[in-house]
Structure formats: structure tokens, C-alpha cells
């Protein structure tokens, strides 16, 4: 099969074969001798349909298939992290320009920032690392810089480390909130519930006028200039995946 990501699906074999170019009969052969997890389940059956989304290890290391991309990109306030939309100018019309057609209209995005935030966004060609780094039972750090109006209760940063209870009865996962000044910090959570930084300063009494995502994982923004990509390395997605870990 010459396209395995172009189709929802592939029989484990050929995956195995198209991702490490070996022959199906070894991807047969890895898959019988116990050597590949799909989704973290020991896999048995090498003629099984593995869907593109799963995430399908040997021994252990995670195997792709080729033309992977994943790119982090600094986002621009004004744009909405959608790959399309009918009224709205989305991150994919922020990307810059010289970005090959034929990946720019792949591309998909891990989590999201709101239209007025900036910072880190990490977008891939890949079905299954989007799934990996958005699942919910995964626990990856992002850390966002904040600005606020308002005055924040005493005890604002205890609260985020309790597990915030915020509006709509959701309660937060335990998050760090460190506090530079009166009106500014830096919140690292473990999650990516919808408006969440926003929502959580709300409930300790601020509300937010400045967000920027400086990282996510072990990615960070650093220098690169708004509205730039950078291409990430393999070994940066090795590390950005080792990150993703399961909840306890
Ligand atoms: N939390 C928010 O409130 N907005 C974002 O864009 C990201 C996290």
C-alpha cells in the first residue's frame, strides 16, 4: 500500500512495513513475537485494521509513517485555531506563506488557543500525535503567560494547586500558579479544558487580558517571531511524545 495515511485505516503488516521499511512478513513477524502495542494494547493479530489515529509502538518506540510533520508556530492574536471556518480567519490563513500547499492543507492542530491568544501552537500531519498529545487521560504541561485585571484572592495560588473548582461545576486538575506581580504570572496545567486559564483566574477574582502559550511539554516558544514556524526534529517529537504521559 503506497499511502497508508491517506486511507483510515491499514492492516497492521503493512503499517509495520510502510512506517520502518521492512518487508510485511517481518512486520508479521514483529507482531507474533510480541514486539508491537497499538494504543498501548499488545497486538497479536498482524492482518488487523489499525485506524490512523492509533499510535503504534515496537519495543516500545513509537514508529510513524513517513512525511511526518510537526511544526510549532507562534500564533497571532486574531485568528481562530480551526483548520477552516466559514467567517473567520483561522491559524492555517496566519501559517506563513512559503509553507508547501500540500502540507499546509494536511495539517491539523494539538489543542487550541483562543482568537485573542498568542503563543505556542503545535500543528502536524498526523492523525495519530494529535490524538496522543490531546487525549484527555494524557497529562501534558503547557504553560501560558498572563496578564489580568483585578485583584486576586490571598490564597489564589494554593487554590490552583488544590484542583480549582471553576464555573459549570468542572473542578481542575491540580496547576501551578506562580505570581510576578499584581497583575501578572505564569499558570503550568495538565489539561486543556475550553477558555480553562481563563475561567480559573476568573474564579479567583481577575480577569484575563493577556494570554501567551510559552510552552507545551518540552516545546518551547523561545525566540521564534510571531507568525514563524520551525519544524520540529524527531528527536524533539521523541521528547514532546515521552511528555504526553498517562494520568495516574
Ligand atoms: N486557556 C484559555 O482560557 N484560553 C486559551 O487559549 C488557552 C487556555
Redesign the pocket.
Known sequence: MDSARSRDSARLDRFLAHAMGISRTDGQRLVRRGHVTVDGELASNPSAHVSKTAFVEVNGKEVALPGRTVLVFHKPAGFISATRDERERTVIDALPRDLAPALTCELLLVG???KD?TGLLILTNDGALVHRLTHPKRHVPRT?ALTWEGTLVPDAVARVQAGLPIDEGDVCLPAELVIDDANHGHMTMHQ?MF?????MIAALGGV?TR?H?ISFGPIVLGDLPQGAVRILTEAEVATLLASAVPAA
Open positions: 487550541r488557543l483562543d491568544a501560558y486543556g477558555h480553562q486559564v481563563k475561567r484575563v494570554l502559550r
